[in-house]
């Protein structure tokens, strides 16, 4: 199983309400990732989990809150959005760092393609 | 701050021609090279990686060169076909966390490629 899920594939949501967005992948990847990506733009890094802890944040708004329970699920929970928020959100999965120092590829979810209301 | 340039934002090439989208970094940490093709509404999918350690790889009708001196790499694509058309993304991962086993992703701007039958 190559394959990273994330549910829903679409959410639309009003800037006072509370959602949560879900990535899974079986692949026994140590290493999670959620990036934005906005249309016509690159995705851009949000958050890195190492061994379910947070690696990596970068300085993204406190009303995104990830969440890792366990190593094959991943969590981005939202509140209170602004409509500047809407865009899609990607889930991707790696292995992590070997001991040569080399990343290995990233594996992409479908996204999750958010509008605020 | 960390940064990878992409050029050309846009290219058409008439199809069996080759084409050629290039990539710089400013990281000279940077170990690893991905480039990433996606398609309209949907997921990015690796095409080709290289690390560090190597100048040239390729994969069928696509290669991709690495210069770690100028700081640039390149994506070749020869013998285009239709389906070749799509947006790609170079990125160049930054400062690896050993410790954690974490990596960090800068993605290019993206290229649209068009493919003229």
């Known amino acids: 199983d190559t394959e990273v899920t994330q549910t829903p594939k679409h959410l639309v949501m009003g800037m006072t309400n509370k959602k949560s967005l879900k990535c899974e992948q079986h692949m026994g990847h140590r290493a999670m990732y959620w990036y934005k990506q906005k249309a016509k733009k690159p995705p851009e890094l949000m958050f890195v989990y190492s061994y379910e802890k947070l690696s990596i944040n970068e300085s993204v708004p406190s009303r995104f809150s990830p969440e890792c329970p366990n190593s094959s699920l991943l969590n981005l929970h939202l509140h209170a959005l602004q409509p500047e928020d809407s865009a899609l959100y990607l889930c991707?999965?790696?292995?992590?760092?070997?001991?040569?120092?080399?990343?290995?590829?990233?594996?992409f979810g479908p996204g999750t393609r958010l509008t605020v209301t | 701050g960390e940064n990878v340039e992409q050029h050309p934002s846009t290219l058409s090439v008439q199809e069996g021609d080759s084409a050629v989208i290039k990539c710089t970094y400013s990281d000279s940490a940077s170990n690893y090279f991905p480039w990433y093709k996606q398609e309209l509404g949907k997921r990015p999918q690796l095409i080709i990686d290289?690390?560090?350690?190597?100048g040239e790889k390729k994969d069928q009708r696509i290669a991709v060169t690495l210069n770690k001196t100028a700081k640039h790499f390149s994506l070749h694509i020869t013998e285009t076909q239709p389906e070749d058309s799509a947006v790609y993304f170079c990125a160049a991962s930054i400062r690896p966390f050993l410790i954690q086993g974490a990596q960090k992703l800068v993605f290019g701007q993206g290229t649209r490629l068009t493919i003229n039958p």
């Open positions: 991707a999965s790696s292995q992590v760092i070997g001991r040569q120092g080399f990343p290995y590829e990233q594996y």
């Open positions: 290289i690390r560090s350690n190597v």
